[in-house]
């Protein structure tokens, strides 16, 4: 069954899964940058279990901002999923966090089409 709009946020709304799937609602994955390795991950790429090995490993993580990419493959799910390509985006403060102001361009851009 189809909503008049779907939801898109970020890893910052601390949202379960079981009430994301329940609720159908969209998130913008986070990037994980590993330092010692350099490995990037996108957060659904890494299990917690892995994730917690490499920091008991000695690795240093740091978040970087999603790529235009994901905004746009997210929000495209999300306007195709609503009965009116209508999307509701409630992301982390500017000032928080780099992620809206990363996906911002393609937000606008979507917003126009």
Known sequence: MSTKFSIVTDRASDIEPEFQQDEKIY??????????????????EITKSEFLA??????????????????DTIYRKAAHASEQNQVLAIHVSSKLSGTFNSGNPRIKLMGQK
Request: hydrophobic share 35%; proline share 6%; no cysteine.
């Open 27 to 44: 998130i913008v994955p986070t990037v994980i940058l590993f330092e010692k390795t350099n490995e990037v991950f996108r957060d659904t």
């Open 54 to 71: 490499k920091l008991n490993n000695g690795e240093v993580a740091k978040t970087g901002q999603p790529s235009l990419e994901d905004f």
